[in-house]
């Protein structure tokens, strides 16, 4: 496979060749001071290396090019003119040589790379005078993100290359995919391992148990899907896992939501305690280094970091917007702009802004170096330390877990803390749940973080007509909104092709298929 082939001869030691993290979650020493005579030797050296593997190049690829453009764009909530590659995301008609897609492959298993390298070196190099808790710790932290790139490959491809060790790909550069029931076996393996050697409290922005649990209760909710086929009830002895690891979170790790939903995009409030998973940036970092979603602003310099206007707005689809309900105005304004809307917190210094187009992203505009006390801060290094994975949709990865195969509940639990999510964004509670409700609830809670297409997916796994039904249905349109309210649909940006059941599973990307033809052939069961 050629990415990995590549990273096979060069990526020595992960902690070093990753960089952009934020200062002072990440104070390594120069890159010529690493090797592996002198380096893995304390604690301290764990430490640096796994603060390495949260943020750099792989992921800023990955923050850029596709967790906005896949998450939201192909799910439906957004839309992008004027990139060709987007557009195809947005009409079901992605090909081999899409470069959103290739980018998503390619991040993804150079974080991989980053991941076994650094376990690899803390298995041989780390010395038996380091505690085991801290060799566990330091090897939990890069499985966590290990697990979380292939449940992010195994979502777009389901069957993926499981590579666990790197120099192996020296003597054996191709390699056959694995199934995508393997893949997630070894996720969990990952996680489950992740679980019991994180911490239950560490320094801010570092993952602990509960990240860990949370993102099994997720990867399990999916999985359980898979064996349905498409049709049928999902396996209820993953339900029940899902349902005990959420409910570890829920119930036993102390966290809470956030009293204020917008403040969860601010970066006063980066690393709170609703946040799982998040990547982690600094100011002033180069091209592809750091956090680039400010790039998407569909605002002027006035909301920029370093005078600079966005370069391409990405907008929400008329489906998306109607989903708000008037009472959902708190949600909807933390999550896209409309025409009129106030923000004191972007450009703060200048009395505040008022958005004057028509509509656009507002999360991850987070606005100027003065907003955010970032000197160093430009257009494509923010300073969001943007969240995969939070508290939030841990609740209602929860409420849904213990729904299960059932239409309906109204189980006090899921209810609790269904609610609880819901009261947040100035909502009515509900007094009993279904599987639409929910379905729409994380939509709403989650839009533009990414997550709405991994819905569609895993809704696929066990009820394909329903998602194939939810896509046909939508209004994959712009909309206009005057200074009076007023919405008009707009017209569509290319015809879309249908979807249909090829919809939920992508060509391997075409470069990798020329370098590693095995690619194409059948998977193979992995030697577990």
């Given at each position: 496979m050629k990415i990995n082939n590549k990273l096979a001869m060069v990526v020595v030691f992960a902690g070093a060749l990753m960089a952009g993290c934020s200062k002072g979650f990440l104070d390594r020493p120069p890159l010529s001071q690493i090797s592996a005579d002198n380096f893995y030797q304390t604690t301290n050296d764990l430490r640096l290396a796994t603060a390495a593997l949260y943020g750099g190049k792989p992921w800023a690829e990955w923050n850029y090019n596709c967790y906005l453009p896949i998450g939201e764009v192909l799910s439906g909530n957004m839309?992008?003119?004027?990139?060709?590659?987007?557009?195809?995301l947005h009409t079901f008609s992605v090909s081999g040589s899409n470069e959103i897609m290739i980018a998503n492959w390619k991040a993804m298993y150079k974080v991989i790379a980053h991941c076994n390298v650094t376990i690899k070196a803390i298995q041989e190099k780390a010395p038996v005078s380091i505690p085991e808790k801290d060799r566990n710790g330091a090897i939990a932290e890069a499985k966590f993100l290990r697990a979380?790139?292939?449940?992010?490959?195994?979502?777009?491809?389901?069957?993926?290359?499981?590579?666990?060790?790197?120099?192996?790909?020296?003597?054996?550069?191709?390699?056959?995919?694995?199934?995508?029931?393997?893949?997630?076996?070894?996720?969990?393996?990952?996680?489950?391992?992740?679980?019991?050697?994180?911490?239950?409290?560490?320094?801010?922005?570092?993952l602990t148990t509960w990240s860990a649990q949370g993102m099994l209760a997720k990867v399990y909710l999916t999985?359980?899907?898979?064996?349905?086929?498409?049709?049928?009830?999902?396996?209820?002895?993953?339900?029940?896992?899902?349902?005990?690891?959420?409910?570890?979170?829920?119930?036993?790790?102390?966290l809470s939501l956030l009293p204020n939903y917008a403040d969860l995009f601010k970066t006063q409030?980066?690393?709170n305690p609703e946040s799982l998973f998040a990547l982690q940036w600094a100011a002033g970092a180069g091209w592809l280094e750091g956090?680039?979603?400010?790039?998407?602003?569909?605002?002027?310099?006035?909301?920029?970091?370093?005078?600079?206007?966005?370069?391409?707005?990405i907008s929400p689809t008329y489906d998306l917007y109607k989903q708000y309900d008037r009472g959902d105005s708190i949600r909807r304004k933390a999550t896209f702009m409309l025409k009129g809307d106030y923000y004191p917190e972007l450009n703060a210094a200048g009395g505040g802004y008022r958005f004057t187009g028509n509509n656009g992203l507002k999360k991850h505009i987070i606005g100027t170096r003065v907003d955010n006390s970032a000197p160093t801060m430009t257009l494509t290094s923010s300073t969001e330390h943007n969240a995969l994975l939070r508290l939030a949709e841990v609740y209602l990865i929860y409420a849904e877990a213990v729904m299960g195969n059932n239409t309906s509940t109204t189980h006090a639990d899921a209810l609790q803390y269904f609610n609880k999510v819901r009261t947040r964004a100035g909502l009515a509670p509900v007094t009993s749940l279904d599987a639409e409700t929910l379905?729409?609830?994380?939509?709403?809670?989650?839009?533009?973080?990414?997550?709405?297409?991994?819905?569609?997916?895993?809704?696929?796994?066990?009820?394909?007509?329903?998602?194939?039904?939810?896509?046909?249905?939508?209004?994959?349109?712009?909309?206009?909104?005057?200074?009076?309210?007023?919405?008009?649909?707009g017209e569509a940006l290319a015809i879309i092709?249908?979807?249909?059941?090829?919809?939920?599973?992508?060509?391997?990307?075409?470069?990798?298929?020329?370098?590693?033809?095995?690619?194409?052939?059948?998977?193979?069961?992995y030697p577990f």
């Open positions: 839309a992008l003119n004027y990139w060709g590659d987007a557009v195809q979380f790139s292939y449940y992010n490959l195994a979502l777009l491809w389901k069957d993926v290359p499981i590579i666990e060790d790197n120099t192996k790909l020296i003597t054996t550069p191709l390699v056959y995919r694995n199934p995508a029931n393997d893949v997630y076996r070894v996720v969990v393996n990952d996680l489950l391992f992740a679980a019991k050697n994180l911490p239950a409290r560490d320094a801010a922005g570092r999985w359980a899907g898979l064996g349905a086929k498409g049709s049928g009830p999902r396996n209820q002895a993953l339900l029940d896992s899902a349902k005990l690891y959420a409910g570890n979170v829920c119930k036993q790790s102390g409030f980066n690393d956090n680039m979603l400010q790039i998407y602003s569909p605002g002027g310099a006035e909301i920029s970091a370093a005078g600079q206007a966005g370069w391409f707005a379905f729409r609830e994380r939509r709403l809670e989650l839009a533009a973080e990414g997550h709405f297409w991994e819905d569609l997916v895993r809704l696929s796994y066990y009820d394909e007509a329903k998602a194939i039904k939810k896509l046909n249905e939508q209004e994959r349109i712009l909309f206009t909104y005057d200074d009076k309210g007023v919405v008009t649909k092709t249908p979807a249909n059941t090829t919809t939920f599973k992508f060509p391997i990307p075409s470069p990798e298929v020329t370098a590693n033809p095995r690619l194409l052939d059948a998977p193979v069961p």
